[in-house]
């Protein structure tokens, strides 16, 4: 038995035992655990309802907002003293700017993309893991989502490495073509779309374009050799290793 299954054994028996459940208080403490995720669930439902309400009535506050700077314009308030929104938003709903655009920005998501970011959340709580019910949280799983346009490597990604809204791992780096994607993340991990015949296609184009650039003023004959030598045979090599 490897480290963490005795360990988990070890005090899976002892918690069985009468007088370890009563001194740990076991039974009250999971039951109120049990309600602060509750309350959780609960507290995520309220802000997303609240974030619904303030996207449906955003163009009523863009207008009230200008009615504001006209009645000010024509009370004789110079430019320079004019409000800005977010004094206005301040004013108005008692938000900071920053929390009132999260919640705008999760008040315009599509209705399918929030019901599986709640799919995500239930499937990660059953299966004992942590879990992220806020508006943070949401905002960066569903600008992930929308990247991959729910392809299935957006959902793959563990809702626990969204608890308490941190972020993501971010792209180094990447490239497009059209539906096609193939991103370097930060954590040295890659994702891609792309066929192994088109990674093969588009690494002989690079080397190409690499060739075409810089041959002349920045390769040697024995670099120029190894670019000539990728373009004849269509064969990828990795371009960090042709210009050494």
Known sequence: MNKPNLLASVVSGMLALAQNKKALALTAIKSLTAKVNDAEKQRFMNSLELAQ?????????????????????????????????DELIKLVYGFQKSFYYKLIKVGELPKNVVNKFIDKCDEAEKDGKDFARSIEA?????KNFDEHKGEADADAESIADLRDGGERREVAWGIKSGKLKLNFFTDGSSETNFTD???NALLVEITAHIKSK???????????????????????VAVNKLLK
């Open 53 to 85: 309400m303030l996207a449906q009535t955003k163009p009523q506050f863009e207008d009230f907002c200008k009615a504001v700077i006209n009645k000010l314009k024509d009370s004789g308030t110079p430019a320079k003293d004019l409000p800005k929104k």
């Open 138 to 142: 949401l905002n960066t799983w569903a």
């Open 197 to 199: 015949a088109e990674i």
């Open 214 to 236: 810089y041959a002349e003023k920045k390769t040697t004959p024995k670099q120029r050799e190894k670019l000539d030598a990728v373009q004849r045979e269509k064969k990828p």
